[in-house]
């Protein structure tokens, strides 16, 4: 007998198109993965030995608050551990922050090259997402607050952004800030903020410990963690508690708590990531800016490559893909078809990728 009702999605989900991940080479190839952002250096070794030791207590559920890693952050980077709330990849907090504060009717805020995160999570609630136009690849201050209607309840702000690698500086994150009601959350989503050189960037805890409407969001995940799925977010207390009501109870596992806290407190390790992520994104963005290639100066671990069209973009994948090197095409997720996001990766492949797009460009 054929079932000719079954159960269905609320309005909306089905206009959602998938996230789509960066990809992967196929198992068993040693073609270089560099389309997530992933760290070069692995992980923390201290980080590595925390989740091994967590093997042991496997059949206890975590500490539901993630006390023991909300704490770790506290201390590193001067945070009450009560304004702290963990999660399973910044991805979970995004999607509680959206479940939380928007719904049928609402609105939702984004400069157009933003995460592509952000539709999904909007759309999911029967909210609206508002793509605001962007200055040059960067998000425009002006732009954003001019796409504020009665119905904004949200505005989304990756600094540094993904894709694109650009940042707003502090003074624009304060005069964006200052430019909302305050009933409207901004959430700066700082998953970069480690890797950022800039001395006007702030990674918007000012902001936050000033204000009732603003949360910051982080991740493990672009500093070698990104298969323990590992998020933290700081607000103000009433932004915390609603959180707190809705998130799953233990939803962040032991082993990835315990690798957290230890990844938190190995400041030798992340400063290492980061110096050479500075090193090597300097010198990728020289090696490769020229005539057949714009590069976007990049404050986070990739660099958006664009180049004349669409085709000659496509073709550069191709060519990068024969080569053993799997980049980020970000037609289709992002809309910018004649580019490409390189992340930094380990030091022969970034001289390979420089050799390989040096020799297409050439040709082009
Ligand atoms: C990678 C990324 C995240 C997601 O991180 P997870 O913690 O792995 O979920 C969030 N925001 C931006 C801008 C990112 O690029």
Same mark, same amino acid.
């Given at each position: 007998m054929s079932e000719t009702v079954r159960p269905t999605p609320q309005p909306g989900i089905l206009d959602i198109a998938p996230y789509m991940p960066g990809k992967s080479g196929k198992? $068993?190839?040693n073609a270089i993965k560099l389309s997530a952002n992933e760290s070069p250096l692995g992980a923390s070794p201290k980080a590595i030995a925390a989740f091994a030791a967590a093997a042991e207590k496997l059949e206890i559920y975590p500490e539901g608050t993630s006390r023991l890693l909300r704490e770790a952050l506290g201390e590193v980077h001067g945070v009450n551990p009560d304004s702290i709330v963990c999660g399973n990849g910044s991805d979970d907090l995004l999607h509680l922050l959206a479940q939380v !504060?928007? $719904?049928? $009717?609402d609105e939702a805020v984004m400069n157009r090259y933003g995460f592509s995160v952000y539709p999904i999570i909007t759309r999911a609630t029967g909210a609206q997402i508002i793509m605001v136009d962007e200055r040059d690849y960067c998000a425009d201050v002006d732009a954003l607050l001019a796409a504020v209607t009665p119905r904004t309840k949200v505005v989304w702000l990756a600094n540094p952004n993904n894709p694109t690698g650009t940042y707003l500086n502090a003074d624009e994150v304060a005069r964006l800030h200052a430019g909302l009601r305050p009933d409207i959350l901004l959430v700066i989503d700082s998953a970069y903020a480690e890797y950022v050189t800039a001395?006007? !960037?702030?990674? $918007?805890l000012d902001l936050v410990g000033a204000h009732q409407n603003v949360v910051m969001v982080r991740t493990f995940s672009k500093m070698g963690l990104a298969a323990a799925r590992i998020g933290w977010m700081v607000g103000p207390d009433h932004v915390v508690d609603a959180i707190n009501r809705i998130r799953g109870p233990f939803n962040v596992n032991l082993p990835a708590q315990l690798a957290g806290a230890a990844a938190t407190r190995d400041v030798a390790f992340t400063q290492a990531l980061c110096d050479f992520n500075a090193r090597w994104r300097d010198w990728l963005t020289a090696e490769l800016h020229s005539n057949a290639m714009r590069v976007i100066p990049s404050q986070a671990n990739f660099v958006m490559v664009l180049f004349d069209t669409p085709e000659i973009a496509a073709a550069a994948f191709k060519t990068l893909v024969e080569a053993g090197y799997i980049v980020r095409e970000i037609g289709a997720s992002y809309g910018i078809a004649n580019g490409l996001r390189i992340s930094i990766g380990p030091e022969a492949a970034m001289q390979g990728v420089a050799k390989v797009l040096k020799a297409f460009g050439g040709a082009q």
């Open positions: 198992p $068993g190839s !504060y928007l $719904g049928e $009717g001395a006007d !960037y702030s990674v $918007g």
